[in-house]
């Protein structure tokens, strides 16, 4: 197995130096004419640079005279342009201040949430202490066998409800 590899690697060193050694007497031919025939292949130079300097001046002058991607018939264009715009204009910075809406909520927002929520379960607490006759007597005195004798009960979970649902709101 390892003189059949060895055997394969020679070949193709042997087979690249061939090749090098014909590239080699092309190039020592070719040489050989250019040496004859300078004259011609100077002038025939001469005017393969000015074909290749004025394909070059196209090319810019081409470039140059691009449409603007925004006014291209192609959408993904304008789309990309308008993109790489908005982002540009996302980069500058203004230096002229401007006025920030404020946001936040007044002062006396949180503090009115909370005693509310203190109001509502003193409430309830007061209900169960005195069987439903204290803070408010009419539910216990008109509503003996209703959903209304609990009364106070619903008074108080609603202020305290309106208090947590304002502390939601706070900012």
């Known amino acids: 197995m390892a003189l059949e ?12 130096e061939k090749v090098s050694k014909k590239s ?14 300078s004259t011609k292949d100077s002038a025939a130079s001469e005017k393969t640079e000015k074909k290749s300097t004025a394909d070059k001046d196209s090319k ?20 990309k342009a308008l993109e790489e715009e908005s982002r540009a204009a996302a980069n500058r910075v203004s230096r002229t201040p401007k006025k920030i809406k404020d946001t936040a ?4 927002y949180a503090p009115t949430m909370v005693t509310l929520l203190v109001i509502g379960l003193l409430w309830v607490v007061a209900t169960y202490l005195f069987q439903g006759k204290y ?17 106070n009960l619903y008074i108080g979970f609603l202020i305290m409800m309106s208090g947590f649902l304002g502390l939601l709101r706070w900012k």
Not at 65 to 71: C, L, V, W
Not at 105 to 108: E, G, I, T, V
């Open 60 to 79: 810019k002058s081409s470039s140059s005279s691009k449409k603007h991607p925004k006014r291209s018939g192609n959408p993904a264009k304008a789309a």
């Open 24 to 37: 080699s007497e092309k190039n020592s031919a070719k040489s050989a004419e250019k040496d004859k025939g």
């Open 105 to 108: 909520s007044p002062r006396w």
């Open 5 to 16: 590899k060895k055997s394969t690697t020679d070949d193709a060193d042997k087979s690249s």
């Open 135 to 151: 803070p408010l007597p009419y539910f216990v005195e008109h509503h003996g066998g209703d959903w209304l004798f609990n009364g």
